[in-house]
Structures are given as structure tokens and as C-alpha cells.
């Protein structure tokens, strides 16, 4: 079995057709799996959903995705508690998106598992407890025997961090598969990762693809979107604020 992962599109379109057309390259999949994040940030969120549902993608919920729902619903109620910023661009998101892409949204799963028991492979958004705490490629002990109790696979796939590693750790294999749109470990590559079943375990392969930034800053200047300056110098800036000394 071969499974494709990708994960943090963040409305992209650029960098989504840019790690498919590689993945095309690369033999394909048997399955191709988007492990969250597919909207909030960026500029044509509805094309990346419609890209994924052509490609005969399987979806499963990220914090942002989540994020936008519950927005939505608050709106209705008049509950909503974001700053003047947030709530900017999480209403731009539910205009574009319309009720059908929200309702999709809101059914997306927690989680999808290939394979049995140990030997199987387990894709999540973050981590397998919830969708917004990042798993550092230093996490400690506490913290990954907190998220992993009771996880029956040992292999684990996640996103969330945009920034792709594998990581050993007792008898887990823990990766990273990163962005495929918004990469933040100083490379500017979009990434994604394969997987492919083995007797006793799971190969992966990170993929690193180059696409046309210019062309998503022009994306960004002609969606109207809120902040638009900011995401543009996120984009660019393409790493974390507080990795600025490990990262060129």
C-alpha cells in the first residue's frame, strides 16, 4: 500500500497543484490523504477543496478548519469573540466557502487509519489527542507519551507544525509531513511526504516542490482578502519568527 500525505494547504492552490503534479511524477498513490488546514490564510480556498474532491482526496479536520466552523456557527447565534483581525478574516473564509463547503467542512473526521494494530498507520492534524498542539521535533517524553497513550499504530503521521521530520522514538515512527502550502522551516518549497507499507512497518519519503511564489502574492492582492499585506510577508518570510537563529 502507498499513501500520499499532505497537510496546511491554507487556501494555496499554487503549492496543492504543485506537490500533486509530483506526486504524478513520482507513480502516484493508492490513496492520496490532506490531513487538515485547507482554508484559513489563503487566497482561494474554494479551489483547493474543489482540487482535493477531483483528485478523489480523503479529508480529515484541521484546527483552522474547525476554527472556521465554529466561527460560523457562533455568527449565527452572535457569539462570536475573535478580535476585529480574526474575525476578519474567518468571515472572508465563510463568505467564499458558502454553506455547502462549511456543512463539508463540519464533517470531516479527527483521524483516518490504514492497516491494523501496530503495523498500522495513523494520519491526524497535530497529534492523535487533538488538533492544535504542536508536536517539536524536540518534543519530550511527557508530552509524546501523553499524545500517544493508548495509540495502537506505531507509525503516525501529522501536520499543523509546517515544518517536516521524521522522528524515531522508542517504537514509534513520527513524522511531520509539513506544508503543501505554507512552508515555515526556511525552505520555500511546498512539501509532502509518501508512504509506502512494508512487512513490519512504513517507508517514508519527504518531497519538497518548488512553486511560484509571485503568482500566490498576486493571488493574495486580487482576492481582497483581509491582511493581506501580512500574509504576504508570512508567505515570503517562509519560517518561524522564534526559529529566525536556527534557520537561515
Known amino acids: 500500500m502507498r499513501i500520499a500525505v ?30 487538515g488546514d485547507f482554508c484559513l490564510d489563503g487566497p482561494r480556498p474554494v479551489d483547493v477543496l474543489e482540487c482535493l474532491r477531483e483528485r478523489g482526496a480523503r479529508c480529515l479536520r484541521g484546527n483552522t478548519d474547525r476554527e472556521i466552523v465554529e466561527f460560523a456557527d457562533a455568527a449565527g447565534n452572535g457569539q462570536n469573540s475573535e478580535t476585529a483581525e480574526e474575525a476578519a478574516g474567518l468571515n472572508w473564509q465563510c463568505r467564499r466557502l458558502g454553506s455547502s463547503w462549511l456543512r463539508w467542512l463540519r464533517d470531516l473526521p479527527f483521524a483516518l487509519r ?94 519538497r516542490v518548488v512553486f511560484d511564489v509571485d503568482k500566490v502574492v498576486h493571488d493574495i492582492k486580487q482576492s481582497g482578502m483581509p491582511n493581506a499585506v501580512k500574509r504576504i510577508k508570512v508567505l515570503r518570510r517562509h519560517r518561524y519568527k522564534q526559529l529566525a537563529e536556527r534557520i537561515p
Not at 487556501?11 to 490523504?33: K, S, W, Y
Not at 487533538?130 to 500517544?148: M, S
Not at 521530520?165 to 515555515?184: H, N, T
Request: aromatic share 6%; hydrophobic share 40%; with cysteine.
Open 6 to 35: 499532505l497537510s496546511d494547504v491554507h487556501g494555496n492552490i499554487r503549492g496543492l497543484e504543485a506537490c500533486l503534479a509530483d506526486l504524478d511524477e513520482q507513480g502516484g498513490a493508492d490513496t492520496l490523504v490532506a490531513a
Open 114 to 207: 490504514f492497516g491494523d494494530g501496530a503495523d498500522g498507520l495513523l494520519i491526524v492534524h497535530a497529534n492523535p489527542k487533538n488538533d492544535d498542539e504542536h508536536l517539536w521535533p524536540d518534543a519530550d517524553d511527557a508530552l509524546l507519551e501523553r499524545v500517544t497513550d493508548g495509540v495502537a499504530e506505531r507509525t503516525i503521521a501529522f501536520g499543523h507544525l509546517h515544518l517536516p521530520y521524521v522522528r524515531a522514538w522508542r517504537d514509534r515512527l513520527l513524522v511531520d509531513v509539513a506544508s503543501a502550502g505554507l512552508p515555515k522551516d526556511g525552505d520555500p518549497r511546498a512539501g509532502y511526504a509518501i508512504f509506502t507499507q512494508r512487512s513490519g512497518g512504513w517507508q517514508v519519503k519527504h518531497r
